[in-house]
């Protein structure tokens, strides 16, 4: 059971990071590269701290650790791939969000993250029972209930990017399954991001802008939203499936909506009730067998 509730907290610092970047992007005046460089070193940082920190606890020879040996240490950590695809997934995704509304992007993100973990995950073997089937249909059709009437004709640039953020979270959720020590893979996947990051604003330079509001948002969208929410995802994925796991996603569309009803006054409607209720029905359904197995 505590791994399907931390679960939920990613889920939640996912949602969180959608509702930050569209309030940044649309209310203050900082640009999308700019929030994504310090989306991601505000995070590398706190992980790396974090990191640090546990170590000095964990022996008393980390206290004896010099700077340099300590940021060589930090940097070994993580994979290049890992790197490219939360890098990847970052950009796209701060990106995407100038042109596409809110519920056009979460129908894009999460639906190619659902068909890339899907496919990996039956590539792997996995397979669904009928009762699996019959919630994942519900929870699909859920969605579209939910995001179809306003994601008609969205801008195709930016659908292209918002679906590349999807399949580059579907692989960086997919390289966590198997990882042992997920923290630590987290934050030199971050801390390794920087250098593209900081490459990414020097060359949109012509197009910098920024004001307190945006750096805050960002700030929240790297330290909690990100490096919290994403250090909590990679220590859950290697106890859950993959098919699980898309399967899981499909409810951050819904917490991200009910965060725009409470911080972005939106209108909570019927037809959001009724959906939010098919989706979360239909991750029950496809999580019941590993319910029966507590």
């Given at each position: ?27 203050t ?10 989306r ?14 546990r ?10 650790l010099?700077k ?20 990847a ?14 519920a ?9 993250v ?21 919630g ?9 209930a ?27 959720s997919?390289?966590?399954k ?5 923290l630590?893979?987290t ?6 991001s ?8 020097i ?8 004001d ?10 790297g ?10 995802w990679y220590?859950v ?12 996603q499909?409810s ?12 972005l ?5 019927l ?9 979360l ?13 507590l």
């Amino acid at each position: 059971m505590s791994t399907y509730l931390l679960g939920l907290i990613a889920l939640v610092a996912f949602a969180a990071n959608s509702v930050l970047c569209r309030i940044a992007l649309h209310t203050t005046s900082i640009d999308p590269a700019t929030f994504t460089t310090i989306r991601i070193i505000s995070a590398a940082v706190f992980l790396s701290l974090l990191v640090l920190l546990r170590s000095v606890q964990a022996s008393s020879s980390a206290n004896s650790l010099t700077k340099q040996q300590s940021l060589r240490y930090l940097w070994q950590q993580g994979t290049w791939s890992g790197m490219l695809a939360l890098f990847a997934y970052a950009a796209l995704f701060s990106f995407a969000y100038i042109e596409l509304t809110a519920a056009t992007g979460a129908l894009i993100l999460f639906g190619w993250v659902q068909f890339t973990m899907l496919v990996v995950g039956f590539y792997q073997g996995a397979r669904f029972t009928l009762w699996q089937w019959l919630g994942f249909i519900l929870a699909v059709v859920g969605i579209l209930a939910l995001f179809l009437p306003s994601a008609t004709q969205p801008d195709l640039w930016s659908a292209i990017l918002m679906a590349g953020a999807g399949i580059a979270w579907g692989i960086y959720s997919l390289l966590g399954k198997g990882v042992k020590q997920p923290l630590l893979m987290t934050q030199g996947n971050f801390l390794k991001s920087v250098p593209l990051t900081l490459l990414l604003s020097i060359a949109l330079f012509s197009s910098w802008s920024i004001d307190m509001s945006g750096v805050l948002l960002a700030l929240g969208s790297g330290i909690l939203a990100s490096g919290v929410g994403y250090a909590v995802w990679y220590a859950v994925l290697p106890n859950i499936q993959a098919t699980e796991a898309a399967t899981m996603q499909l409810s951050v569309p819904v917490i991200a909506t009910f965060g725009g009803v409470v911080l972005l006054d939106e209108p909570l409607t019927l037809v959001f009730v009724l959906a939010a209720c098919a989706i979360l029905g239909g991750i029950f359904l496809v999580l019941r067998p590993s319910f029966n197995k507590l």
